[in-house]
């Protein structure tokens, strides 16, 4: 799995376009329909930083998005930016799931019943 995260910090003045041209990626559209996710997250701490985080199940599915259309449009917002597009593109080999938390959780709390039984 490949997951992308892109950072945009917007233009005050330009925030509402922005978001709305990235609300308009969220949809796949036609070949693009092969990502399982796009998500949109606004920074609590400055509300004109945009993260973008979107999972691709492999990189030749992420080529052909960042040579779409749809893709262009997003570089296209350069303009209504206070700094140059950031992007984070991250390989995960393994995935975990809430069973990996409840397996840690339950050894620890084996080790504190060990613990008190031999106090």
Request: hydrophobic share 40%; glycine share 2%; net charge negative.
């Amino acid at each position: 799995m490949i997951l992308v995260r892109i950072i945009m910090k917007v233009l005050p003045e330009k925030h509402k376009e922005v978001l709305l041209t990235l609300l308009s990626m969220i949809e796949p559209a036609g070949e693009e329909s092969r990502y399982p996710s796009y998500d949109i997250f606004i920074d609590i701490e400055d509300q004109n930083v945009f993260n973008l985080i979107s999972e691709w199940e492999t990189r030749q599915d992420l080529d052909h998005h960042m040579r779409s259309d749809r893709f262009s449009v997003l570089l296209g917002t350069k303009s209504l930016l206070c700094k140059p597009i950031g992007i984070q593109i991250f390989t995960v080999s393994d995935t975990e799931r809430i069973e990996a938390v409840d397996s840690i959780r339950k050894k620890e709390s084996d080790f504190s019943l060990i613990n008190v039984e031999r106090s």
